[in-house]
């Protein structure tokens, strides 16, 4: 079975400030992929990022960036110099890797909300 | 339209009545999922359709749901003799089929349902 644990309920911080949400998988499959999404109040998933599990590099996309550690089955995402946009609920997901399209499974979520 | 779109955007009924909710993927999406989130959790894993073949249901939670894609393209989930539990808000995605991985699902805005 697929597991995906988001520690954090919510953090709150002050813009400008830096924040690094956590999130922990388990999963048998030795292919998967991991997922970050962005839900603003108005609901829809918005996709971030797609991590394949041979692919160890950290990826920077401006003041978003991604630590996938296989060692401690981690893939933590960190937002540089948050701003009042970047107030949402964020999902880490995970899903295998056999065949074209898999089910997700998604984490309970991290509220993150950014004040002036 | 670029995006999933979903229809309706909010729905309430009465416990007992059928409902059935729309979906229309992303335009050359193969692959279709319908997911199911309850207030202050991660999406849940309902049914995932490739083309008009519903090849995974095993998220479903009961016979009283079923879902359908008859051509391969919009997807309605029906839900009959609805009940309180049913309340959420439901998801639908869709993702392109390239052989190698996993592709990115892209989420519509959600239909919220409120059964009373």
């Known amino acids: 079975a697929q597991k995906v644990t988001q520690a954090q309920t919510e953090i709150s911080v002050v813009e400008k400030e830096d924040v690094t949400l956590d999130c922990v998988y388990e999963t048998r499959d030795t292919t998967y992929y991991l997922f970050w999404y962005k839900q603003p109040p108005s609901g829809e998933l918005v996709f971030l990022i797609r991590r394949n599990s041979f692919d160890e590099q950290n990826e920077i996309s401006g003041r978003y960036s991604w630590n996938f550690q296989k060692s401690t089955s981690s893939f933590n995402f960190t937002i540089t110099a948050s701003q009042v946009v970047d107030s949402a609920v964020y999902f880490c997901?995970?899903?295998?890797?056999?065949?074209?399209?898999?089910?997700?499974?998604f984490g309970t979520g991290t509220r993150l909300q950014v004040t002036l | 339209g670029a995006g999933v779109s979903q229809s309706p955007r909010y729905k309430v009924a009465k416990r007992g009545q059928d409902v059935a909710l729309r979906c229309d993927p992303i335009?050359?999406?193969?692959?279709l999922f319908w997911y199911q989130q309850a207030l202050g959790q991660g999406p849940e894993f309902l049914t995932y359709f490739q083309n008009e073949a519903q090849l995974d249901k095993s998220g479903l939670p009961s016979d009283r749901f079923f879902a359908e894609r008859p051509e391969g393209s919009v997807s309605t989930l029906k839900i009959q003799r609805t009940q309180q539990e049913d309340s959420a808000v439901y998801l639908c995605?869709?993702?392109?089929?390239?052989?190698?991985?996993?592709?990115?699902?892209?989420f519509g805005d959600g239909t919220r349902l409120s059964i009373l």
């Open positions: 335009s050359g999406h193969v692959s």
């Open positions: 997901a995970l899903s295998g890797g056999t065949g074209t399209a898999s089910k997700l499974t």
């Open positions: 995605a869709s993702s392109s089929r390239v052989l190698g991985g996993n592709q990115p699902q892209h």
